[in-house]
């Protein structure tokens, strides 16, 4: 069974940083390409970064939080981050981790397989 749980969310300055933590069971993490989407309520699920898994390259990003945002993961930890520099306001929402199948990313939330509950990130002006 396939378990990806969240923890790091909270409150934070605008301006400030915030580092959000995903740790993975149940899959093969190494292989795997690993997502951090957002969704506020009433709207849709928002991507905001992916990164490849094995031998596949690729992180793209959100053109929302491309250079203050930071995706990055430890396969030996079966760990995924997201480092959140100087976000705005509107960053304000649940966080999720989603994980699929595949190594190479894709920002389609309907590709991944595997979801966290969320972790909240509210950011304070």
């Known amino acids: 069974q396939v378990q990806l749980v969240e923890s790091g969310g909270g409150l934070v300055q605008a301006g400030g940083s915030l580092r959000v933590s995903c740790v993975a069971s149940?899959?093969?993490?190494?292989?795997?390409?690993m997502g951090w989407f957002r969704q506020a309520p009433g709207k849709e699920r928002e991507f905001v970064a992916a990164?490849?898994?094995?031998?596949?390259?690729?992180?793209p990003y959100a053109n929302s939080v491309k250079g203050r945002f930071t995706i990055s993961r430890d396969n030996a930890k079966k760990t995924l981050y997201l480092q959140m520099n100087s976000p705005a306001p509107d960053a304000t929402t649940l966080y999720y981790c989603?994980?699929?199948?595949?190594?190479?990313?894709?920002?389609?939330?309907?590709?991944?397989?595997?979801w966290g509950q969320g972790t909240q990130v509210t950011v304070s002006s």
């Open positions: 989603a994980g699929r199948g595949a190594s190479w990313t894709t920002p389609d939330s309907s590709q991944y397989d595997y």
């Open positions: 990164i490849s898994g094995g031998f596949s390259s690729g992180i």
């Open positions: 149940g899959l093969a993490f190494n292989r795997a390409a």
